[in-house]
């Protein structure tokens, strides 16, 4: 009697496996939702939709769908995703902020080593260093001493605590050694929409949302914050060049899933991710927002894990260093 109940609960158990992994083979049957944890039309945002597009193409039938849920520097999104079923239909985007965003919030909704499944690695992107049209001085060296003498006037721009524009603004301030006003987004689409009218005078962000306004001419572009010259902005010197020490920053995008995702989803997600960065319309559509997808031993789970957890290890110390922090 108790041989045959083993033996039944064996059967069920083995139809579990097969079903669930039936069903992860069929993966997805219904629309998936990709949230960005920003404002719709900023950096983050673009990078998930070109993603998104692509991974549709990749994984025949499947349709993903941004959801933007800007807010406190992206971590009420990632928190809601931290939370969400794990059943591969929620899924996040988000960038170098999560690494960031430990060290920044005392109180932080979840914990970016413990309650997700790593997809992958998409992208590093540099960021510019901009001021509005208007702006008193036009190079990075006119602007350090003005500033100084100035800082009560200037407003600088971000996308809340957390946020890629917010590290910048950290490093910047600290290295010219004066406080700014800074002003806080959902995002830094409606960022940049203030600097383009005026509003805000100052804005640190990707070239993913900067590149055409550069290039039109809209704004005053003073620095860009990686080691090296960007091939698009030849003209553009790097912020080291112009004195600023501290500076190599590079803002990466990764995909995540909430923790507990069965993994034959999440290696159908990894598939799918590989293949989108290989997609010459998504490698084209990056090309010209002045980054590129990363090679495909990056888009792994394994290897964002490892990046992450430096990412954490690199700035963690940094922000301390800085003080700053949010509940
Ligand atoms: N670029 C933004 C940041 O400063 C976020 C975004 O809107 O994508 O983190």
Redesign the pocket.
């Known amino acids: 009697m108790r041989q045959a109940k083993l033996a039944a609960a064996a059967i069920l158990a083995a139809g579990l496996i097969v079903s669930a992994s039936a069903q992860a083979q069929q993966y997805p049957t219904r629309p998936v939702s990709v949230v960005v944890p920003?404002?719709a039309g900023?950096?983050?945002?673009t990078v998930a939709r070109n993603i998104a597009d692509a991974m549709g193409k990749a994984l025949p039938g499947a349709n993903f769908i941004v959801e933007n849920l800007g807010g406190a520097g992206?971590t009420i999104g990632v928190g809601k995703v931290a939370r969400a079923t794990p059943d591969g239909y929620t899924l996040l985007i988000h960038?170098i902020?999560m690494s960031t965003a430990p060290a920044l919030y005392r109180k932080l909704q979840f914990d970016p080593l413990k309650d997700f499944e790593y997809i992958g690695l998409i992208n590093e992107v540099p960021m510019t260093f901009l001021a509005k049209e208007g702006f008193p001085v036009g190079t990075m060296k006119e602007l350090v001493p003005y500033l100084k003498a100035n800082a009560a006037k200037v407003s600088l721009a971000?996308?809340g605590i957390g946020?890629?524009?917010?590290l910048c603004g950290l490093l910047f301030m600290s290295a010219i050694q004066t406080e700014l006003t800074t002003v806080p987004y959902k995002?830094?689409?409606p960022a940049i929409t203030d600097l383009l009218g005026g509003q805000v005078d100052l804005l640190c962000?990707?070239t993913t949302?900067t590149m055409q306004h550069i290039k039109a001419g809209k704004v005053k572009a003073l620095g860009i914050t990686t080691p090296k010259r960007l091939d698009m902005l030849k003209e553009l010197p790097t912020l080291a060049e112009s004195g600023l020490t501290g500076f190599n920053v590079s803002?990466w995008h990764a995909m995540y899933a909430p923790k507990g995702t069965p993994k034959p989803v999440v290696d159908r997600l990894v598939a799918g991710l590989q293949q989108s960065l290989k997609n010459p319309d998504l490698i084209k559509r990056f090309a010209d927002l002045g980054t590129e997808p990363v090679s495909a031993d990056k888009a792994t789970p394994e290897a964002l894990q490892k990046f992450l957890t430096a990412e954490i290890n690199k700035w963690s110390p940094v922000i301390k260093k800085a003080g700053i922090y949010a509940d």
């Open positions: 920003f404002a900023g950096p983050t945002d992206g960038h902020g971000n996308a946020s890629a524009s917010h995002g830094t689409a962000d990707q949302n803002v």
